[in-house]
């Protein structure tokens, strides 16, 4: 049934500090809205358990996309449109890029953000595979201050995530040193467009001397929530692709994957599927 929104109350404070402050003193607890595209799915659906909301909605602290020497930095509330449309974004990390183009409709993307995106948690979501392959940093903040950690680590268990209450996800940072590596990145999903992924797998590779020197695979909907299949990695390092590698790498993922039966799909077809997209990035290769 869809929610009374007489109920329910939302401030603006309208810079990130003042934001903060709120997050720091108020005595009951806040949740952060950002382009609203999961929060006012749960409200129109009656399940929004938090009755006070706190926007962060274009507030410029958090929307802004920075090109460093060594790295590119997105603002939490960069929205998918900012993300798709950037040129360094688009040649160095298209991965990304297209992950971004992925998410929803047009118009989920002119809102939703990768903020959002992040801190919904969704084992399903499209962005977080392509951070993982990236190796992203993440930036949180709190009124006592920044801190940093790397966005393997960022998620704890089913949306379950490192953020204290009253800390922000603020930025996103990848490194620029990508020279040499090739990428890939395929959602499965019942459509091509507008559609939740049944599994999802996002990779860098780097060769060296016809022998794997470094690999990162950020997968969705194989567990919990989104995350990198380091045991599968493992054993691709320091081989050269052959019949034998791609079939041992299938074993790994195959192994390492605890996906779910649910409406979208099978846990079977997940794996399965989740080893072929790998086989067809190595085959590739
Ligand atoms: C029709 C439709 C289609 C969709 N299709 C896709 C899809 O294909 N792929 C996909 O991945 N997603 C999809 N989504 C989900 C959604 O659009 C994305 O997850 C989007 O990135 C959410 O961002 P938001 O800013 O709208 O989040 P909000 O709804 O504002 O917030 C989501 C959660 O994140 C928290 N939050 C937001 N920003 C911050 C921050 N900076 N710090 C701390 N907490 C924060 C909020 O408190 C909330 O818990 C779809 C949604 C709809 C309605």
């Not at 507008?194 to 990779?203: D, G, P, T």
């Not at 794997?212 to 990198?228: C, H, K, M, N, Q």
Request: proline fraction near 5%; aromatic fraction near 6%.
């Amino acid at each position: 049934m869809r929610s009374d929104v007489t109920q329910y109350d939302l401030i603006a404070p309208g810079t990130l500090d003042a934001v903060l402050q709120v997050l720091a003193d108020s005595p009951v607890r806040y949740t952060p809205i950002a382009g609203g595209t999961e929060l006012m799915v749960a409200l129109g659906a009656g399940r929004l358990q938090s009755k006070k909301l706190i926007s962060l909605w274009n507030l410029e602290e958090l929307r802004f996309i920075e090109v460093a020497p060594d790295a590119i930095i997105l603002g939490a509330g960069s929205t998918f449109t900012d993300i798709r449309k950037h040129p360094v974004i688009a040649h160095e990390f298209s991965i990304l890029a297209q992950a971004a183009s992925w998410t929803g409709s047009i118009a989920n993307q002119n809102r939703g953000t990768i903020g959002g995106n992040i801190v919904n948690a969704s084992p399903a979501a499209d962005s977080p595979p392509a951070l993982l392959a990236c190796d992203a940093e993440l930036t949180l903040v709190s009124a006592r201050g920044p801190r940093t950690m790397r966005y393997r680590d960022f998620h704890l268990a089913y949306k379950e995530t490192a953020l204290e209450p009253d800390e922000l996800l603020y930025s996103i940072t990848i490194s620029r040193n990508l020279k040499g590596y090739k990428s890939y990145i395929r959602k499965v999903g019942p459509r091509n467009a507008q559609a939740i992924s049944k599994v999802a797998i996002a990779a860098l590779i780097r060769m060296k001397r016809n022998h794997i020197d470094d690999i990162r695979i950020g997968a969705a909907s194989l567990r919990e929530f989104p995350v990198r299949l380091t045991a599968t990695e493992q054993s691709l390092i320091g081989k050269t692709i052959t019949l034998e590698t791609i079939a041992a790498a299938r074993a790994a993922v195959l192994s390492e994957a605890r996906p779910i039966d649910d409406i979208r799909s099978t846990a079977k077809y997940r794996a399965t599927i989740a080893a072929n997209l790998l086989e067809e990035f190595l085959r590739r290769l």
